[in-house]
């Protein structure tokens, strides 16, 4: 069981990214997922994630109406579609998979995938 968070980059401020979670080994729409992130000298912080079951979103106050969560599930990828970026949005970027189906933002998530660099310049 894998995941690879794909996407990052050196973006400006205002401009956007869309990130990549693939897995090898399981299929991701039978898993609630995460996408989480970490900046130098902080705690990760939950972003988004998106149940299993329903397929319900959750977006922390810090990126909700800027970041979008989607699953395709026909490439087994999940999708973060990141606008309006800002310089405090830097931080590398990991998605999460929990087979549970408790809403997902009650979820510990058992894998992790490595993740990637996403860089707002201002």
């Known amino acids: 069981v894998q995941l690879q968070a794909f996407g990052g980059g050196v973006v400006q401020t205002g401009g956007f990214l869309n990130l990549s979670c693939t897995a090898s080994?399981?299929?991701?729409?039978?898993?609630?997922i995460g996408w989480f992130r970490q900046a130098p000298g902080n705690e990760r912080e939950e972003v988004s994630c998106i149940n299993r079951n329903d397929g319900n979103t959750y977006y922390s106050d810090s990126v909700s109406g800027r970041f979008t969560m989607s699953r395709d599930n026909a490439n087994n990828t999940v999708y973060l579609q990141m606008n309006s970026l800002k310089p405090e949005d830097t931080a590398v970027y990991y998605c999460?998979?929990?087979?549970?189906?408790?809403?997902?933002?009650?979820?510990?998530?058992?894998?992790w995938g490595q993740g990637t660099l996403v860089t707002v310049s201002s």
């Open positions: 080994g399981f299929a991701l729409d039978y898993y609630a």
């Open positions: 999460a998979a929990d087979s549970r189906e408790a809403p997902c933002r009650f979820l510990g998530f058992d894998y």
